[in-house]
């Protein structure tokens, strides 16, 4: 079963830069699309970036693009989101998510497996 956890979470000032990781146990990692989501007190969860399966084809939401980058080391079974330029509206509960396609979709309910979840806070 996929059993994913992040970590690389923490305290950063406006600016600073943070590398998120998510350690997957599963064996068939390189054929899952994989996710970042994030989710702020009180507000919904919502996606940020995925990439997809195999190849590495990469998505990002708006408010993200030319700061954030996620990348995979299937050979580790790890994903990655590289965060630059953090802004105080990142500060959020930052999930990693898996679904057993090569096509990652920016919906929460299409992913099966999710991680525990990592602290971002960036202060001002």
């Known amino acids: 079963q996929v059993q994913l956890v992040e970590s690389g979470g923490g305290l950063v000032q406006a600016g600073g830069s943070l590398r998120l990781s998510c350690a997957d146990s599963?064996?068939?990692?390189?054929?899952?699309?994989m996710g970042w989501f994030r989710q702020a007190p009180g507000k919904e969860r919502e996606f940020v970036a995925a990439?997809?399966?195999?190849?590495?084809?990469?998505y990002y939401t708006d408010s993200v693009k030319g700061r954030f980058t996620i990348s995979r080391d299937n050979a580790k079974n790890t994903v990655y989101l590289q965060m630059n330029s953090l802004k105080p509206e990142d500060t959020a509960v930052y999930f990693c998510?898996?679904?057993?396609?090569?096509?990652?979709?920016?919906?929460?309910?299409?992913?099966?497996?999710w991680g525990q979840g990592t602290q971002v806070t960036v202060s001002s």
């Open positions: 990439i997809t399966g195999s190849v590495g084809s990469t």
């Open positions: 998510a898996a679904r057993l396609s090569f096509t990652p979709t920016t919906t929460t309910a299409d992913y099966p497996y």
């Open positions: 599963g064996r068939i990692f390189r054929n899952y699309a």
